[in-house]
């Protein structure tokens, strides 16, 4: 089983910055894909941002040129660095991983972390 949990949300002012964390632990033989979703309250749960184990990257059209995700492959963990806020970057903001893990026997796994609140204020 393996476990993400976030950290670093908050309360924050228009144009101020915030970065967030997420650990994956358990007993993990290897991560693939890393990302950053959120839920702004009453919508549905959309992708921010992504990153492969290769580094590759990816953005939601509304954080391009705002937002930086990063991935720590030794320490199973990755960043979401987050500028130029916006009130409507407002939202519960998960961390998801999917990968394989196990010693000898390897099962595929898809986790979400418990979320973190971002509030950005106008």
């Known amino acids: 089983q393996v476990q993400l949990v976030e950290s670093g949300g908050g309360f924050v002012q228009a144009g101020g910055s915030l970065r967030l964390s997420c650990v994956a632990s358990?007993?993990?033989?290897?991560?693939?894909?890393m990302g950053w979703y959120r839920q702004a309250p009453g919508k549905q749960r959309e992708l921010v941002a992504f990153?492969?184990?290769?580094?590759?990257?990816d953005y939601a059209d509304s954080v391009k040129g705002r937002f930086t995700i990063s991935r720590d492959n030794a320490k199973n963990t990755i960043y979401l660095q987050m500028n130029s806020l916006k009130p409507e970057d407002t939202a519960v903001y998960y961390c998801?991983?999917?990968?394989?893990?196990?010693?000898?026997?390897?099962?595929?796994?898809?986790?979400w972390g418990q979320g973190t609140q971002v509030t950005v204020s106008s």
């Open positions: 990153i492969t184990s290769r580094g590759s990257t």
């Open positions: 358990g007993n993990i033989f290897g991560i693939n894909a």
């Open positions: 998801n991983a999917d990968g394989y893990s196990g010693s000898y026997i390897l099962s595929p796994f898809v986790s």
